[in-house]
């Protein structure tokens, strides 16, 4: 069923190489108007994944400008994880690192699980499909949570 719109929501996963990146670009996309969208990694050790940004390119979803950063450079640069009225985890590792970071706050920290499509399929089509498969996941999330996009 779905809710209101938060006004801010972060999305985590492991690197902010895959999964948070094309929910950041698929929020954006969808309810980009009516909400502020960022998201983080636990670590950010590698760049934008490039069957991320062409997946999401199918759709219309821009990601190769996207640069990846952890939580603990958001709070280097500034950003005020407590500012958020939302952090969606898509790993269970980001959803620790959320809870932790968030213990002393009063918001919300959901857990979506989502497939990581890093490790599966031989071979560029193969890698294609698991990669478009949890970017439909999260878009069906997404529609579930926060209702189909306006217009």
Excluded at 56 to 74: K, N, P
Excluded at 104 to 127: M, Q, S
């Amino acid at each position: 069923m779905a809710r209101d719109i938060p006004a801010s929501v972060l999305f985590c996963c492991d690197q902010n190489a895959v999964r948070s990146p094309m929910a950041e670009g698929l929020m954006k996309q969808m309810h980009g108007k009516s909400c502020y969208v960022q998201s983080a990694g636990v670590r950010n050790d590698l760049e934008i994944d490039g069957f991320a940004v062409t997946v999401c390119r199918e759709i219309g979803v821009e990601l190769a400008r996207h640069r990846s950063r952890s939580f603990t450079e958001m709070q280097q640069w500034g950003d005020d994880l407590s500012g958020f009225d939302l952090i969606v985890a898509l790993s269970p590792a980001s959803q620790r690192m959320a809870l932790e970071f968030t213990r002393h706050f009063h918001l919300d920290v959901e857990y979506w699980p989502v497939l990581d499509p890093t490790g599966i399929g031989e071979g560029r089509e193969a890698k294609l499909v698991a990669y478009r498969q949890a970017r439909d996941q999260i878009r069906a999330r997404m529609i579930e949570r926060f209702g189909a996009p306006a217009g």
